[in-house]
């Protein structure tokens, strides 16, 4: 399995050898450190790699985390459930990648802030007339007395609330272009997040 922590930086298009546009994502990819290597035969019980990507200052890093990296200040730890072996202190690059290669990209989606269940969840709101105020967004009824939960409010009632944030993964999105000496690589279609999000690319 291959994989790497990208940072999306924008999209752009890619013209194939037919001529034919496409749209695909710029995501910079440093290179990442393996930080452990866990095993089912071990005291881990699975298999995966733990990697470190990014640099903090080691006083923003606590001394659990130093002591576990050698005093390596890392701005993020991740692991991945894989049985390749790489050995603690080795380097990842996008030079994993080819041009070609399937790819699953998970990252958090733009916040939207506090939002009304029109937005939200797409409620047609109320009428525009006929006594209406300033209750065009009002959800409506939520239960009460003597509804189908019996006087309390059911639990997962679509209510107003924070939207966006959530984890997304897109699958089946093609490697456009591989820039190894850039630490960039393109992706086909939109992925998850803003400029600037942590991705997760991992083949598939």
Do not use: W
Request: glycine share 18%; aromatic share 4%.
């Amino acid at each position: 399995m291959k994989f790497i922590l990208a940072t999306k930086e924008g999209m752009t298009r890619i013209f194939g050898e037919d001529g034919r546009a496409r749209a695909g994502t710029i995501l910079n990819a440093g290179a990442m450190t393996v930080t452990q290597m866990k095993r089912t035969s071990g005291k881990d019980g699975y298999d995966a790699l733990q990697v470190g990507a990014g640099i903090r200052k080691a006083k923003n890093v606590s001394k659990a985390v130093l002591g576990h990296t050698k005093g390596k200040g890392y701005a993020t730890i991740r692991e991945f459930r894989t049985d390749a072996a790489a050995e603690p202190g080795s380097t990842i690059d996008v030079s994993v990648f080819a041009v070609g290669d399937t790819v699953r990209v998970s990252g958090l989606t733009k916040g939207k802030g506090f939002a009304s269940v029109i937005k939200r969840h797409g409620f047609h709101g109320g009428p525009r007339t006929h006594g209406q105020k300033h209750s065009e967004h009002a959800p409506g009824s939520i239960g009460g007395s003597g509804g189908r939960a019996g006087g309390r409010v059911a639990k997962g009632m679509r209510m107003a609330g924070r939207m966006g944030r959530d984890r997304v993964t897109v699958e089946n999105l093609k490697v456009l272009a591989v820039d190894a000496a850039a630490g960039e690589i393109i992706v086909s279609g939109a992925v998850p997040g803003s400029r600037g999000t942590l991705l997760e690319v991992v083949s598939a």
